[in-house]
C-alpha cells in the first residue's frame, strides 16, 4: 500500500485550530471530466473561446434564479466567525478554505460585474477581472468545500457557502471546465439510473445473493424484491447500498425490517440510486432529471408509501427538494409522510414493539455516532426539529449496549463532514480527504481514549465509503465504520414476532 | 431671508445623501424581494412553521444568535457595537422631533452612554480584525473603511458633547428645518461640519456596500425559511411542473 505518501495530520484528540499556510492546498485538483460526459450533460467539452462573456452572463442569470446567491454575495460583513470552521482549512491550514475567502473568489469577480462601485473602482473596491487564473482559483477551491453547510451555521446572516459553491460550479460547467467525477456520477445517473452505473440484472444479481446469504446466515428467508409492482413500499436507496461494504449490511437491515414487520417493499431497478450528485454542481435541471425516475417508478409501481434508504445528500434531496422537483406525491397514501426515512420508519415500529432486538449481539461494540452533514444540516427526521440527531441515536440504543457520544461542538448540528461529500469521493484528491476528515478524527478518537469506542455509525453512502478509505490512514480498521441499519441488522430477532 | 453659500452646499448635501440612502436601500430590497427563492434551504433544525422562522430571524437580528455561536468574542463586539449605534441613533431623533416625543426624552440618558461605549466598541472590533491573524487574511480597505468611518462620527459626536459643545438649538434648528423643509442657516462650528458631513458620506456608502447586511438579513433563505416542505409544497417560479 501507498499510505506513505501522504502527511496524514497527527492524532492528539483535539481540535487545534491552525495558522494560516498560504497555497497549502493549491496544487490540489479534481480531473477534468471526460468530454463524452460533459457532451452528454449538454456542456462544452472544453473552454470555449467566449468563455468569459458566457460565464458573466450564467453568472447573472444565476443571480436572477437564486436569491440565495445574490443576498450571500452582497451581505457578507467579514466578521470572521467562519474562519475557523471549514474541516478543509483545520485540515489543509490553505486560508483560502476558510469560507469567507472561497466565498471572496467569486465575489470579487461579482463585485466587477455586477456592482457599481466595482466597475467604477475596480481593485480599489476588491472587485477583479475574471481571467484564465481566477478560474483556475475556482476550480481549484470550489472543488474543495463539501457543501457540509458547517460556516453557514455560524454565519450571523446565515450564508451558505454550499450556495455559492454550486453556483461557481454550474458556472465552469457551462463554459466547459468540468471535474470528472462529479459528472461522471450525473451522467451515469440520468441515462442509467444509478451512480454507479450498474444495470437492473446486476443489481438483480446482487440482490440474489444477499437473499441466499441472509439465508445461510439466519434460516428465514428474507426477500430483496425489486420491480414489484403494487407492493406497499418503494425503497430508494444509494446504490452504493447493493454491493459496497459496509453499504450492503445496511441493506441487509432495511431488508430484516420490512421482512419483521410484514410489510411488502420493492426496489425499482429504473430508480436504483437515491443519491442526486446534480444538487452538488448546482444544476437544476440535472437533479430535476435524476429526481424523475423516481417518479417514473412510482407511477409504475404504484406503491402506497416511498422510504429512502441510509444517504445524507439523498435525503436532503428527497426531504428537501422532492416535492418541489417531483411532487405532489397524491398517489401515495397520505397517512405517511413522504419520503420517510428508513430510519423513522425504523424507529416507529421500535417504539410501537414491533421489533425484537437483541442487544448483546453488538455486545463487542462501543458505538458512537456521526451525523452527516447534509442529514443533520439541511433535513429533519420525525415531527420536530431536531429528529435528525435522536431518532438515528435512538435506534442505536435499542440495538446496542454501549454508546458514546463524541464532542459537543462535532456532533449534531455542529457536526464534522467527513471530507469527501459534495463530489469529492474522488481517488485523485485522495490527500484532500484525509487532511478534511481529521476534526472528525480528532472527536472519534478521543471517545476511543475515553470510552473504547469502536464503532463508528452513520447513515450516508459517502461518508461510509470515505471512512473505510481514510481510517486506515489513521491507522484504524475499516471494519469500524458501519451503518445505523448494520447494528439493526445484526440485533433483530428474526421470525419471532412477525408482523405488526 | 438669504442663505449662505456653506447652508446651500450642506442643505443640498444632506438631500443628496437621503436621497441616495433611500433610493439605494430600496432598490437592494426590491431586487431581494424579487429574486425568487427556488428550493427550500433553512439551514436546520429549523422552526416548521412561518411564524417560527420570524423569530429565528428576529433572535439573529437582535441578539445575533448565529454569531454567538460561532465566536463568542465577535459577538460580545458585535451585539454592543449595534445596540449602542441603535440607541445612538435614536437619541439623535430628537433633531427631527417636536415636540420630543417622552419615549426618546427617556433614552437621552442612555444615548450618551452608547456614545461613549459605541468608539470603544469600534476600536474592539478593529483590533480584533488586525490581531487575529485569520482576520486580517481577509480584511480589506472596506472593512477598515467602514470602521473608520464609523469612529469618526462618534468621535465628533463626543467632542460636540464633551468639548466642543457648540449651541444645540442652532443645530435643531438646521436639521429640522432639513426635514421640514423650512430652512434654516447651518451651524458654522467646524466640529458639527465634519460630524454631519462623515454621517452623509455613512449614508450615501450604505447602500452600495457590506452594510446592506441590514436589510439583506431578512432576506437570507436559510434562516428565513420554514422547514415544511413535506407539509406545504414549494415550487420553483422558474421550473414547469413535472407530470
Known sequence: MAKVKFEVPELTGEIAIPGLKEDAAAAVKSHNAPAKDMTDLGFPTELVPDWKEKAVAKFAELLKKYRSLKVFMDICVKCGACTDKCHFYLGTKDPRNMPVARAELLRKVYRRYFTTAGKVLGKLAEAEDLTREVMEEWYTYFYQCTECRRCSLFCPYGIDTAEITMAAREIMDTVGLGAKYPLQTINKAITIGNNLGMPGPAIRSTLDFMEEDVKEQTGVPVKFPMDVKGADVLLITPSADFFATPHVESLAGYAKVFHQAGISWTLSSYASEAGNFGMFNGNYEHMRKIAGRIKVAINELKPKRLIHGECGHAWRVAYSFWNTLIGPFDSLDPKYPAPQHICEFTYDLINRGALKLDKTANDDFVVTFHDSCNVARASRMGNSPGGQFEIPRAIIRATCNKFVDMHPDTIREKTFCCGAGGGLLADEIIDLRIKGVMPRMQAYKAVKDSHGANFFALICAICKAQFTKVFPYYGYEMEEVGGVHQLVSRAIVLGGKEGI | ?243
Open chain 2, 1 to 243: 431671508m438669504e442663505f449662505s453659500l456653506l447652508t446651500i452646499i450642506f442643505s443640498l448635501m444632506a438631500y443628496g445623501a437621503a436621497v441616495v440612502f433611500v433610493f439605494g436601500v430600496l432598490c437592494r430590497i426590491m431586487v431581494y424581494a424579487k429574486t425568487p427563492s427556488p428550493l427550500k434551504i433553512p439551514t436546520t433544525p429549523a422552526p416548521t412553521t412561518t411564524f417560527g422562522a420570524m423569530i429565528r430571524v428576529l433572535s439573529e437580528v437582535l441578539l445575533f444568535r448565529s454569531l454567538y455561536k460561532g465566536n463568542k468574542w465577535t459577538w460580545l463586539g458585535g451585539v454592543v457595537f449595534h445596540w449602542a449605534f441603535l440607541l445612538v441613533v435614536l437619541r439623535h431623533l430628537r433633531y427631527f422631533l417636536y415636540p420630543l416625543p417622552a419615549w426618546d426624552m427617556s433614552l437621552q440618558g442612555i444615548g450618551i452612554i452608547a456614545g461613549i461605549i459605541l468608539p470603544i466598541a469600534v476600536l474592539y472590533l478593529l483590533m480584533r480584525r488586525t490581531t487575529v491573524d485569520r482576520t486580517v487574511f481577509i480584511s480589506s480597505l472596506a472593512d477598515y473603511f467602514a470602521l473608520t468611518l464609523i469612529f469618526f462620527i462618534a468621535g465628533t459626536g463626543l467632542m460636540m458633547k464633551f468639548y466642543e459643545r457648540p449651541f444645540m438649538v442652532d443645530i435643531k434648528g438646521f436639521v429640522y428645518g432639513l426635514a421640514t423643509f423650512n430652512f434654516s442657516a447651518v451651524p458654522t462650528d467646524p466640529v458639527f461640519l465634519v460630524h454631519f458631513t462623515l454621517v452623509m458620506i455613512l449614508l450615501a456608502y450604505f447602500p452600495y456596500s457590506k452594510l446592506v447586511h441590514a436589510p439583506g438579513i431578512f432576506f437570507s433563505p436559510t434562516r428565513n425559511q420554514a422547514d415544511n416542505p413535506r407539509e406545504s409544497r414549494h415550487v420553483t417560479p422558474w421550473s414547469p411542473n413535472l407530470t
